[in-house]
């Protein structure tokens, strides 16, 4: 027979032991401590362009579409450059002819279809350059439709594109709002951007950056907060594209105005 | 129960074992929830390794220094000192040994790339002296009359 004494005590001893949370069992673990410490050293890629920089010399398309064997004449592009035209009645004009893969050497907008448009020095009331590429979401909504695990996101925030798994569906790009992925012409499956993946996971730059006269494109480790890049996203006036999108970009641009989309 | 209600249950069993003997053949090891969890890590891991070992191609200007100094010292005092060698040039590779020599491109089209005057003095165009390429001694190379590794001085003839 228990006395009321006993019952209060094991009862206090039950609920005491069920309270401790299972937690508190787990052994000391020395290696998370070093993961903590090492955490100045973990890699969030981000990109910054420029605008205000940027001449349209297009040799950053130039040199991604040789270093990543994007078909040079096809009409396809990792990356591109837009050439903005604000008229001063308001209209905009936008072109990007083969991508900018050979510059902007003339004045004239290009229409498509071999048809050009003539607009007046006088008439313009701004013209600059929207260096644009893969925006490398933090939220990417082409790898949540991805139906079989081709497109995928790395540790490091690089989304990429497994070739020999990617059945050529498509989704991805039509899930892209940045319109950056496109059917490779040889291989027949989704290509993106990769931010030179093998280069910069070897410590060179990409290879747009590196092929910039001008720092209108850098690339720089979000986690670190004396990368260059970090302090002047962290500390200057930068925008993002579609921000309504919520997809969070990673490529973070300079001098950005109402017009550009 | 009779024979013909059990029939369809066999011929579903034998394809699921199909299914199931197909998958742990097809899908690589390395296949599952990566860094990233479910939603945006599922992938086989070797793919990250394979973009990891894609050739790379441009080498940057500080690869040239050793052997073309002559070039690389010019080209660091002059107004082009910001261009890349390989902008011009193309990439390395694995130049000397393949390509043993690199293009020399003398065309226009290189140099109006910047050159060519646009109309938009808010971009950064507005700050390279710009031509017309229609009116400035058309047809004719600009390397004729401008060095492009001091673009200050005259081409040498």
Redesign the interface.
Known sequence: MMNRRDFCKKSVLLFGTLAVPLAAFELFDPTSLLAEKNDGKEVRWGFLVD?????????CV??CK???EVPYNADVSRTWVERY?VTKDGKTHIDSPKAAR??????KIALGEGKFLDIK?DD?A????VPKLCNQCDN?PC??VCPV???????DGVV?V????CIGCGYCIMGCPYGVRFFHPVYHVAEKC?FC???I??G??T?CV??C??G?RQIGNLKDPDDPVTRTIMTERVNILKEEYGTKPQVFYLGLTKEVR | MRNHVWRPLYVVLFIVAVVLLVRKVYVPKD?GI???GY??????LG??A?????????R?TEYCRDCHSDKYNELKQSPHA???C??CH??AMNHPDDPPTLTIDRSR?LC???H?R???P????A??PGID?ETHNPGAECVLCHYPHDPRREAKK
């Open positions: 605008t205000e920089k940027c001449v349209g010399c297009g040799f130039k040199a040789i270093e990543n035209v050979d510059g902007f050497t003339t004045e020095p313009i701004k013209g600059f350059f990417p790898v949540q695990g081709a497109t995928y996101q790395t540790k990429l497994d070739r020999t798994w990769t993946y093998h280069r996971t070897k060179m730059k290879a590196n092929a006269p001008f209108a | 296949f990566q860094d990233r939603m945006y890590g599922f992938h086989r793919s990250e394979d973009w990891k070992a894609f050739p790379v191609k441009y940057s910001v261009i890349p390989e902008d193309g990439p089209k109006i790339r910047c060519a646009l109309p938009y808010g971009s950064g165009r700050n390279i390429p």
